[in-house]
């Protein structure tokens, strides 16, 4: 016979409503008394039933991670603190992944019993935001937003990073520069394109057509708008690529083609990477405080859960350059 | 008024538990009746509770994979094609990371209404697969073993890799080799030492005391090694890494020292990791299949749920060399 809720209560003398409240360390319980319970679960060896638990309270402490793909390198520095700081919040975290119809990606989030969803990923035009406000299930936006519905979000600002990146661009000398940017579908591409034209225009500087390359945040993007600028008869000089990712594949490129980095070619990325700056590397690049961001986000979806009326809230962190060694003078 | 799956089986024509076992697919419902349900829930817009359909069940098709970490460079090759073959077979995949106290990690595991468990990390000392062996959880053994608990396993077989390793290392005229390990109490570090040691021998080499480092499976431990034999008055002329990521931190030492790969050492890995073939890196590294271990393992552990009485199984992958641009001639 296994151990139940009943047997624990009988022992520490208290309902068996009280025991699993005390075991999910509902405050309405006394700390004491939380303990005891605590203390009765584990002479006995109970161990409560993570569905039984589920439909008593209505809560699953389940979290919905939604992410373009698992491949790509990006995202083990989002899983990674957003699956420690949820735990510290006693939830845990699913990953869920996109598939190409949004409307089955929004029913599996919603069929899951998940009590909130981190949205890692959502292009401007998809209908998941618009499904989870529909079931009333709780989100928040991480390094995208989407216009179609408002929410809590944790986001970059591109400004400050940018601005530096045409000054440094600038005082090196060049002038022909070219951008590998991200889906014109996301909002990350689409603000990081408008803070880096903006901080371009101030230097007297613009991108024509031909050295615009786009693609999805990875690294064979990088490569092949790489190896096309290549071929051109004039060549940009530089390089400011959509994300650290992108800038890794432009970096293998520039050495297949045999053009050297940052003699003939300088390449910026975006994100800072903890690989980013390994010596082997050395990635000139545009930082901010990516694992602080992960942590805002898992809060501000813990604190809408737990308030669902406050206001929203928009966490913007702000980005800087760091010059290593793939930006030099113009060749 | 939510829908219920009573309305569902009204509107069916068909008994509440069909309703149920229809919308997970339960081959004793036909085929035509679980269409009918499905159109019917679609019409409803009825959603199955997750907690409900655990407790109806006794199944969550939850799958626990546990890891050392999630920052590991490592890992995402591992979770991604975990969570494309769970996902295949209708399981979802919880990430699960270890802590100082295995019986905690333990506890974690049993009491989360997991189907079963990937072990992705074990020490040859942990009582993890001792409990899920007593409590009956399913477990299946992933790049790593333990003695005190058989269960089926996806290893690889590291004797073929090593061997051409060796090969190689004694034609390109090396002598003085040193190896950075993973831990001792791990069987994939003692088993990649036993088979470099016994290759070396073949060719009538060994690996002396002071040329061997030992630390987790990170860019730290090479790091920190390779530093320590480029002190040395005498330093080796060739370094066989635990895996990849260690090989990497290899790298960035001898890059920060100022030390030409493969001009003034040779450095080799294990795993063959995308960014191992990347022009930027370009790694001699043992490869194996790594997508289909995972898959494999995945396999075994559903096989394993399904027909519990079945046979153990152990799948060794084998592995081989890829030279590329690290492994030179002695100096």
């Known amino acids: 016979m296994s151990v139940t809720s009943h047997d624990v209560a009988q022992l520490a003398g208290v309902s068996q409503p009280t025991v699993s409240r005390a075991l999910r360390d509902d405050p309405r319980v006394s700390k004491a008394t939380r303990e005891r319970v605590r203390k009765a679960a584990d002479r006995l060896g109970y161990v409560p039933s993570d569905a039984g638990r589920a439909l008593s309270s209505g809560r699953t402490r389940r979290i919905g991670l939604l992410l373009t ?33 949004n409307d089955v990606v929004a029913e599996r989030l919603i069929s899951n019993g998940l009590d909130g969803v981190l949205l890692a990923t959502s292009t401007i ?11 009333r299930l709780p989100f928040v936006y991480f390094n995208r937003t989407s216009d179609a519905v408002s929410a809590d979000s944790a986001v970059v600002d591109p400004t ?102 940052p003699d003939d070619l300088s390449i910026i990325g975006f994100d800072d990477l903890p690989s980013a700056s390994w010596p082997i590397i050395q990635l000139t690049t545009i930082a901010y405080d990516l694992d602080a961001m992960v942590r805002r986000a898992a809060d501000l979806l813990i604190d809408r859960i737990q308030s669902p009326g406050r206001p929203l809230e928009e966490s913007a962190f702000p980005s800087h350059l760091i010059e290593r060694d793939t930006l030099g003078t113009v060749p």
């Open 69 to 101: 793909d698992l491949e790509n390198q990006f995202y083990p520095h989002i899983i990674a603190p957003a699956f420690h700081q949820l735990e510290s919040h006693g939830y845990q975290l699913m990953l869920h992944t996109e598939v190409a119809d």
């Open 160 to 261: 400050q990073g940018m601005r530096e990146a045409a000054e440094a661009l600038s005082k090196h000398g060049h002038r022909r520069i070219a951008a590998i940017l991200g889906p014109a579908n996301t909002s990350t591409a689409v603000n990081r394109e408008i803070a880096l034209r903006e901080a371009l225009a101030q230097q007297g500087m613009s991108i024509p057509a031909r050295y615009i390359h786009r693609g999805p945040f990875d690294t064979a993007t990088g490569h092949a708008g790489t190896e096309h600028f290549l071929t051109m008869p004039q060549p940009p000089t530089a390089i400011v690529c959509g994300n650290d990712v992108v800038a890794f594949g432009a970096l293998n490129a520039a050495r297949s083609a045999g053009v050297g980095v």
């Open 125 to 135: 035009d998809s209908v998941v935001p618009l499904r989870l406000r529909d079931r």
